[in-house]
């Protein structure tokens, strides 16, 4: 029930604009007509956006794009030659830009360049998820910004500094859009543990939010509450939306006898 209920959460709070770019790459097809990105990889994809920890995945994206980029500078024909995003698929491919370059490096699960110096590896089963979030950066922040801040990637020789450097522009780019596209982190994070909370106490709990629903339906509309500080009053608005979709939610369970 609790990961049904942050679940709803998370997705009550995508933007429109957001939602149609995950549609996006969920519709993505392959060449016989059959989706780009399997199902798990999207769902992934979304959680990470969502959830804002994409830190770490953009890093290995960097590096990636490192790797791809190294035959000729340009990432585009490695990734989007990959019809259908598979780890086979990717291994293929980077066979092939191993054999005309020496800057990359194959293991029997992973590829590394060799550029930067030390072995940060990115194994294949990880390609398709990466290959996704790069459709989706250029997706939300467009093809031209993509390209021009990871410009520094497929530029002669790169360190790890230059990848650690473009990394963070990619990611506080990605967290510049999100704000205008997800609630904002305090507020996901206070609601993520109010409905920890609220779902640890049932089934005392359903009947709690059966009564606060009613409560702020009734009794809280159009109300200004002139001695609550802007703040407090903020917050505890908050906590009742957060109750009242969670009772969606349930009532939902309920009928389906999940009660």
């Known amino acids: 029930?609790?990961?049904?209920?942050?679940?709803?959460?998370?997705?009550?709070?995508?933007?429109?604009?957001?939602?149609?770019?995950?549609?996006?790459?969920?519709?993505?097809?392959?060449?016989?007509?059959?989706?780009?990105?399997?199902?798990?990889?999207?769902?992934?994809?979304?959680?990470?956006?969502?959830?804002?920890?994409?830190?770490?995945?953009?890093?290995?994206l960097s590096h990636l794009l490192v790797a791809a980029s190294a035959r000729d500078g340009r990432y585009e024909d490695l990734f989007w030659g990959v019809d259908r995003?598979?780890?086979?698929?990717?291994?293929?491919?980077?066979?092939a830009v191993a054999a005309d370059t020496g800057r990359v490096r194959l293991s029997n699960d992973t590829v590394r360049h060799s550029d930067a110096g030390d072995a940060f590896e990115v194994s294949f089963s990880r390609m398709p998820f990466l290959?996704?979030?790069?459709?989706?950066?250029?997706?939300?922040?467009?093809y031209g910004e993509v390209d021009e801040l990871t410009r520094p990637l497929r530029d002669g020789v790169v360190s790890s500094a230059r990848v650690d450097e473009t990394a963070r522009a990619l990611q506080r780019r990605l967290y510049a859009y999100l704000k205008?596209?997800?609630?904002?982190?305090?507020?996901?994070?206070?609601?993520?543990?109010?409905?920890?909370?609220?779902?640890?106490?049932?089934?005392?709990?359903?009947?709690?939010?059966?009564?606060?629903?009613?409560?702020?339906?009734?009794?809280?509309?159009?109300q200004d509450w002139p001695a609550l500080a802007q703040h407090d009053r903020r917050v505890f608005?908050?906590?009742?939306?957060?109750?009242?979709?969670?009772?969606?939610?349930l009532e939902t369970e309920a009928s389906d006898g999940g009660r």
């Open 85 to 95: 995003a598979s780890a086979g698929a990717f291994r293929r491919a980077f066979e």
């Open 180 to 222: 205008d596209h997800l609630p904002p982190v305090q507020r996901q994070r206070r609601e993520r543990h109010f409905l920890d909370y609220v779902t640890a106490g049932a089934p005392y709990a359903l009947r709690l939010i059966e009564a606060i629903r009613r409560f702020v339906e009734r009794d809280l509309r159009g």
């Open 131 to 142: 290959a996704a979030l790069l459709e989706f950066l250029i997706t939300t922040l467009g």
């Open 1 to 60: 029930m609790a990961s049904s209920l942050h679940n709803l959460n998370l997705e009550e709070g995508k933007s429109d604009a957001l939602r149609e770019a995950l549609a996006c790459l969920a519709e993505a097809s392959a060449g016989d007509g059959g989706p780009r990105y399997a199902d798990r990889v999207i769902r992934q994809l979304a959680r990470v956006v969502v959830c804002r920890t994409y830190a770490r995945p953009i890093l290995e």
């Open 237 to 249: 608005l908050d906590m009742f939306a957060a109750l009242y979709r969670a009772d969606k939610i």
